[in-house]
């Protein structure tokens, strides 16, 4: 059974950094694409990035209001998929989600909150 | 413009069927699009429904009900999700989803009312 477990979710101030993480199962991340996708309140779905297999090059695309502030990176050893925020704003508050590439399996999410 | 537009909202009554639509702007051919869709209820992350470019190319989610199914309408430049058979358990939000320009991008989502 797929499972994707996020966590590192939290309050942080604006102009903060936050490293959220997300513990794949059921599946060998070194194949897959994943990405991350998320939700402000009272709003819709919005796709933040990906990142391709090894075998595909490894490379990652973001949407245009995360570009230069998130990284997406994985340790394969740790099954672990990350996200890297910097130079937060209170526009980046939602519950994130990370994926699998296109978006299939899903995983409970984590909220980020960035305020004063 | 955005590219991808659903209705805010839509309702039917029990038993009925329902299209939800996703429509492209002109200049953008649906065409050549593989449309996602999703159920998203409250509390829950969004679960993959299926994806639909043709019948020919096509994808069910995994235990997704055959009530669900997606389809085109080229003179509207529009995906479509059919639901048949609604169930109360229906009532949720659902968004399309497309790879354009090197990004994925939903729709604004459509609040699905069983009444």
């Known amino acids: 059974e797929v499972q994707l477990v996020e966590s590192g979710g939290g309050l942080v101030e604006p102009g903060g950094s936050l490293r959220l993480s997300c513990t794949v199962s059921g599946f060998t991340l070194s194949n897959a694409w994943m990405s991350w996708v998320r939700q402000a309140p009272g709003k819709g779905l919005e796709w933040v990035g990906r990142i391709k297999n090894k075998a595909d090059g490894g490379t990652a695309d973001y949407a245009a209001p995360v570009e230069g502030r998130f990284t997406i990176s994985r340790d394969e050893s740790k099954n672990t998929l990350y996200l890297q925020m910097s130079s937060l704003t209170i526009e980046d508050t939602a519950v994130y989600y990370c994926?699998?590439?296109?978006?299939?399996?899903w995983g409970q999410g984590t909220l980020v909150i960035v305020s004063t | 413009q955005a590219v991808l537009t659903q209705p805010s909202s839509l309702s039917a009554s029990p038993g009925a069927s329902v299209s939800l639509t996703c429509t492209l702007p002109s200049g953008i051919n649906v065409g050549t699009f593989r449309i996602y869709w999703y159920q998203r209820k409250p509390g829950s992350p969004p679960q993959y429904l299926l994806r639909?470019?043709?019948?020919?190319?096509?994808?069910?989610g995994s235990g997704v009900p055959s009530r669900f199914s997606g389809s085109k309408d080229a003179s509207a430049n529009a995906g479509i999700l059919l639901i048949s058979g609604l169930q109360s358990e229906d009532e949720a939000d659902y968004y399309c989803m497309v790879w354009h320009i090197s990004a994925w991008v939903f729709g604004g989502g459509t609040k699905l009312t069983v009444v």
């Open positions: 639909y470019k043709s019948d020919s190319d096509k994808q069910q």
């Open positions: 994926t699998t590439d296109p978006p299939r399996d």
